[in-house]
Every structure is written in C-alpha cells, then in structure tokens.
C-alpha cells in the first residue's frame, strides 16, 4: 500500500549507539523508497560514562553524529526532509547532564524514554529473565512513575515507547498506573511515540497498546509516528497500519521541527 503524503518517520538510530546498523544516508533512502516526506533521526543521548556505555554514542562522538546526519540533510535537500533529534533517557539524577547535551544543538525532536528501574535495563533481552522476581504490579507503579517524572522534567517533547515493559509479553495487570501517566503527559503539553517496533518484538504489538491509544486520544494527547528503526529496512515498518490506527482511535498525528509541533502530516 502506498503511504499518504506527508508521513514522518521520527523515530530512528544510527551506528553510533553500538546496536544499529546501515549508515544514515542508507536510512533516508529507505525513507525516500518507502514514499515517506521526512525523517528524524533519534539516536540514543550521549550519557555519563557509568551509564550503559555500550548501549549508546559517547559524548565526544556527539558532533560526528550532527555532521553526519546534516551531510544526509544536504545531500537529500529537496527530496527528503531530514532532520535531526535525539532519544533521551529519563534516569533521575541524570537530568542535569542530559539539560547541557540538550543545550549542544538546535534539536528538531527530542524522545523522553525510561529505558532502567533503577539499575536493570527491563528491556534488555539480556536480562529478561528479571521479570521472574518481579511482581508486574509493582514493576508497572514504579515504570510510570518514571514516565510522568519524565513528562514533568521539561526535558523532552514526547514520551518513547509508553508501555516498553510489554515488550517480551509481561502485561500490565492494573493499568490505573498507566492512565495518570497519561494525565501527566496531557497536563505537561507532551506528545507520545507511536512507535511500531513493538510490532516486531516478542509482544507483536506497537507501543502504546490499543486502550492505551484511544485513553490518550481522549485527552487530546497528539501522537508521533516512529519505526524505532536500527536498520534501513525498518524505516517506516507499518505505518500504513500505524496510521490507520492511530486515526480510527481519533487520534491526531504531528511531526516535531526545532521542537515545535508541526502539522502538517495525516
């Protein structure tokens, strides 16, 4: 099926954070094949050394990133709109490093994710095995506590991936927890990732669940179309899908320029 013109897709990863592959001159054609307007590239944030190091760019390869993704913007100019983001974490304590790598560079976009309950990385297949100890209630209560301290931290303009710890099948079994996440992310003017990588995990289904979606279309809560993409191939993986979801819930799809809403999609 062909895309309708004027889809972003917003939510995409480059070689630099260690676990992606394809340069991004390889994502942006992908894009261009696919019938996609633009993309925006959202590597994973440059943290402090202690932090999950291997997961992610280093702060002096920071510039590299930039360059390399403007050399894309130029290089595409006039067929692809390309600009240039990031996926940050929410990791308390680690908000004021995150602040000064946001202040580096003009972002277009800029990913609030919750990626670690305190020193486990629950989404690491690594380490799923965690989710045996765990008591899913609990484990949820603390996730979106997580969630609505990213939403009130001012750092970022929408929210990854609402409900990650689905990702290997582990449900949510209350989902009150969930929906004063959401009354947070509405209260704070924030957007959420609507992001179709859930799709090709262990859980087959995109972030966030369906009642998730429609709980926050009714708060008026705009959604951002990302294929959370570490390779070319993913770019735009199910948005046809995604969109027509995402509209049927009554829904409204935007895209982020200089991190400012724009509307100009679907």
């Avoid at 297949?125 to 506590?145: K, M, Q, S």
């Avoid at 009150?176 to 990588?197: E, P």
Wanted: hydrophobic share 40%.
């Amino acid at each position: 099926m062909t895309l309708p013109q004027g889809l972003y897709d917003s939510h995409l990863h480059t070689p630099l954070c260690g676990h992606a592959s394809g340069h991004p001159r390889e994502y942006a054609q992908a894009a261009l094949d696919a019938g996609l307007s633009g993309i925006c590239f959202t590597d994973h944030i440059p943290m402090p050394r202690w932090y999950d190091a291997p997961w992610r760019m280093r702060r002096d390869q920071l510039d590299e990133y930039i360059q390399t993704v403007q050399e894309v913007q130029r290089e595409f100019a006039g067929r692809l709109d390309v600009r240039l983001g990031l996926e940050a974490d929410f990791h308390p304590g680690t908000e004021g490093y995150v602040a000064e790598v946001l202040e580096a560079h003009p972002w277009d976009y800029v990913i609030g994710s919750v990626h670690y309950l305190g020193a486990w990385g629950f989404d690491n297949p690594e380490f799923v095995d965690e989710y045996e100890r765990r008591d899913l209630g609990t484990l949820y209560r603390h996730y979106y506590a997580l969630i609505e301290g990213a939403a009130r931290s001012g750092l970022f303009d929408a929210i990854g991936h609402l409900d990650l710890p689905k990702k290997f099948g582990h449900r949510d079994p209350q989902g009150a927890a969930a929906l004063r996440a959401l009354d947070t992310i509405a209260l704070q003017g924030l957007s959420l990732d609507y992001n179709t990588a859930g799709l090709r995990k262990p859980v087959a289904e995109a972030y966030p669940a369906p009642d998730l979606l429609q709980a926050a279309a009714a708060r008026q809560i705009p959604f951002v179309l990302g294929s959370d993409a570490h390779r070319p191939g993913e770019v735009g993986s199910a948005f046809v899908q995604a969109l027509d979801t995402v509209l049927a819930a009554g829904g409204r799809v935007i895209t982020y320029q200089q991190r400012t809403r724009q509307d100009n999609q679907a």
